[in-house]
C-alpha cells in the first residue's frame, strides 16, 4: 500500500458526496446531508489514524491466502489519515459555516458561546488545524519535544468530536456508541501499552 493508495481512499468519500450532488442525489435537505456526512468522514477517518499506532505496536500480520500483510506497512499512513480527518472536518465547518450562517461571524460567535455542541465542535476544529498545520517533518524539527506533546491532543479532539456527535443525535445512539467503543479501545490499548 503507498501512498497514492492512501490519497485514492481518502478521497473517495468527497468524490461521492460530490456524484450525490450532480445527480441530485442530496435529499431533501442536500445542507443538512452535506453537514452529516462531512462529519462522519472527519470522525471515521480520525479514529482511523489513531488506530495505525495500536495495528503496527500490537505487532499484528493478517494473512490473505497466501499473503501475509505486515500492519507496520501502513504507519506512513497516520498522517496521510489525520489530514483527512481535518480535511473533512473543514469541508464539515464551511458548509455549516458559508450554508447555516451566511458567513457571518457574529452569528458563528454567538452560536459557540450558547450552543454547547457548536463549542466544543469548534474547539475540536480548532486543535484538528493546529495539527495540520503542523503536521510536517520541519514543524517537527521546530517544536522538537513540544511536537509531541501538542499532537498528543488528537485524542482530546477526538474526545470533543464524540461529545459534538452525542449532543446532536437526537434517536439513533447505536451509531454513536459504535465510534465511542472504538474510541475507547483505542484509549484502553494506549493506556496498557505505557503500562507495559
Same mark, same amino acid.
Given at each position: ?64 491466502? &497466501? ?22 472536518? *473543514? ?32 474547539? &475540536?476544529?480548532?486543535?484538528?488545524? &493546529? ?18 506533546? *501538542? ?10 468530536? *464524540? ?7 437526537? &434517536? ?25
Amino acid at each position: 500500500m503507498n501512498r497514492l493508495a492512501g490519497h485514492v481512499l481518502g478521497l473517495l468519500p468527497a468524490l461521492y458526496l460530490v456524484l450525490l450532488g450532480f445527480f441530485d442525489g442530496l435529499g431533501a435537505n442536500p445542507i443538512e446531508w452535506l453537514t452529516r456526512n462531512t462529519g462522519k468522514w472527519a470522525l471515521i477517518l480520525l479514529l482511523a489514524s489513531l488506530a495505525v499506532t495500536p495495528l503496527v505496536k500490537g505487532g499484528g500480520k493478517v494473512g490473505l491466502g &497466501a499473503k501475509i500483510i505486515k500492519f507496520k506497512k501502513i504507519m506512513p499512513w497516520r498522517r496521510l489519515l489525520g489530514l483527512y480527518a481535518f480535511f473533512y472536518a *473543514l469541508l464539515h465547518f464551511s458548509v455549516y459555516l458559508i450554508f447555516d450562517l451566511s458567513f457571518d461571524f457574529s452569528f458563528l460567535w454567538a452560536d459557540i458561546q450558547d450552543r454547547p455542541y457548536i463549542t466544543v465542535g469548534f474547539l &475540536a476544529f480548532v486543535i484538528l488545524l &493546529a495539527l495540520a498545520l503542523t503536521s510536517s517533518n520541519y514543524s517537527r524539527r521546530k517544536l522538537g519535544r513540544h511536537w509531541v506533546g *501538542l499532537h498528543k491532543s488528537v485524542y482530546v479532539a477526538d474526545a470533543l468530536v *464524540l461529545l459534538h456527535l452525542f449532543w446532536l443525535i437526537k &434517536a439513533d445512539f447505536y451509531r454513536f456508541w459504535w465510534y465511542a467503543g472504538v474510541y475507547i479501545g483505542l484509549m484502553a490499548f494506549r493506556f496498557l501499552a505505557v503500562k507495559l
